[in-house]
């Protein structure tokens, strides 16, 4: 679910990697945000509210709102919509606020 042909853009190649969400091994793309590659994966429900329990995704994918918040290599609320993706993260489904390590 990536744009690869544009009539107007141009995207570089760039270099596989490997990431863990959730123990389930994905794969993605150097750089680009997280929230892109578990989209792409099929992943769009990303979090859940506090109160409601209602499921959230991407919204504003610039790093204003708290709907991407997630756990990535042991830290919490880290906004993956803008969490360049690397060799070897781990990912993770957040609960509540989150927890300091």
Partial sequence: MRIINHP????????KVHFNFNGQQLEGYTGEPIAAA????????????HELNRARG???????CSSC???VN?????RVCVEP???GMTVETQIGRGKLP
Avoid: D, W, Y
């Avoid at 578990?38 to 509210?49: C, E, F, N, Q, Y």
């Avoid at 991407?58 to 204003?64: K, L, S, T, V």
């Fill in 8 to 15: 107007i853009l141009s995207f570089p190649e760039k270099n």
């Fill in 85 to 87: 993706l690397q060799e």
């Fill in 58 to 64: 991407i919204f504003c994918a610039i790093g204003n």
């Fill in 38 to 49: 578990l989209h792409a994966a099929g992943i769009t429900v990303l979090r859940h509210s």
């Fill in 74 to 78: 042991g830290m919490p609320n880290v």
């Fill in 69 to 71: 918040l997630m756990v």
